[in-house]
């Protein structure tokens, strides 16, 4: 009997002839280049990185600048603040794009195509543009400076694709399943969240991720709108290892490399799930 395959699972395991694994694999080390190569300036000495003979291998690695950013106070603090932030923003992001896509999916309401149409606008202006705005918007509500500026900043611009993505897998849930729950006397928002949220959890996983790695990796807001205490990691490595005319690039790959292994780990973790909900939010109901 044969099984019938999740969705993405096609694209997670692809079937390729020795041609195509070939140049996936030359592609992929091309890729993969400048990672080893960050990698290995942070298992360099300082006064060998810019050597006129350096190797490209390290011939006498060491972990000092590894051990150096746990010892770094500072950078530790903006450690908990991108978890906390980013956390934030996974959770807000997933939760009020998902009301929002299953408002959009299964109710029909003047102005419904409007709001669709502004988020796709949105989607075209860059975040930069809209910093003083939003700066002067949150000093006015008095959440400049905390957790909540950067949590809220950050969730603004990731609604536009949470919501469609969720709204796609949306649009393929079965009325039935909505009436049924009706039926049964749950209410709007006991099926929401009994219901349509365990049916989309690669959908909500996938979102979550796209959030996440919003709050993560974002420098120039968490430079302009959180306090010295609230800064996250990209703000607090640039402070730390960049100054006018010098930087310690090892120290600096070194944190790099720590800061970007929770990302690693987690899409590692979840992407099954991640492969899956974007195949089904590209799929039309």
């Known amino acids: 009997m044969r099984r019938n395959r999740d969705v993405g699972e096609g694209i997670i395991r692809p079937h390729l002839s020795v041609p195509g694994r070939v140049g996936l694999i030359v592609l992929a080390l091309f890729g993969l280049l400048p990672v080893y190569w960050l990698t290995a300036t942070a298992f360099t000495k300082k006064e060998d990185v810019f050597a006129q003979n350096r190797p490209f291998f390290p011939v006498d690695p060491t972990i000092e600048n590894f051990v150096g950013f746990f010892q770094n106070d500072a950078l530790l603090k903006n ?86 993505l969720l709204k796609g897998i949306m649009d393929g849930l079965p009325d039935d399943i909505l009436e049924a729950a009706k ?66 690039w090892p120290a600096l790959m070194a944190a790099s490399l720590i800061t970007s292994l929770p990302l690693v780990i987690i899409f590692v973790v979840l992407q099954r799930y991640f492969v899956s909900g974007l195949a089904a939010g590209a799929v039309k109901g």
């Open 79 to 164: 450690l908990g603040n991108s978890i906390i932030v980013s956390s934030g923003t996974a959770l807000l992001a997933v939760l009020v794009g998902g009301l929002m896509a299953y408002s959009l999916s299964k109710f029909r309401y003047r102005g419904r195509n409007a709001i669709m149409f502004m988020f796709l606008i949105g989607q075209l202006i860059p975040g930069a543009l809209l910093l003083i705005s939003l700066y002067l918007m949150l000093s006015s509500a008095g959440l400049l400076y905390t957790y909540a500026a950067l949590i809220l900043s950050f969730t603004t611009f990731t609604l536009p694709l949470t919501v469609f």
């Open 183 to 248: 039926v049964d006397g749950l209410s709007r928002t006991a099926t929401v969240f009994r219901i349509v949220f365990p049916l989309v959890v690669p959908g909500l996983i996938t979102a979550a991720m796209f959030a996440f790695m919003r709050g993560w990796s974002d420098l120039l807001f968490a430079l302009t709108l959180a306090g010295p205490d609230k800064q996250t990691l990209p703000a607090g490595l640039t402070q730390a290892f960049i100054h006018e005319g010098t930087a310690d």
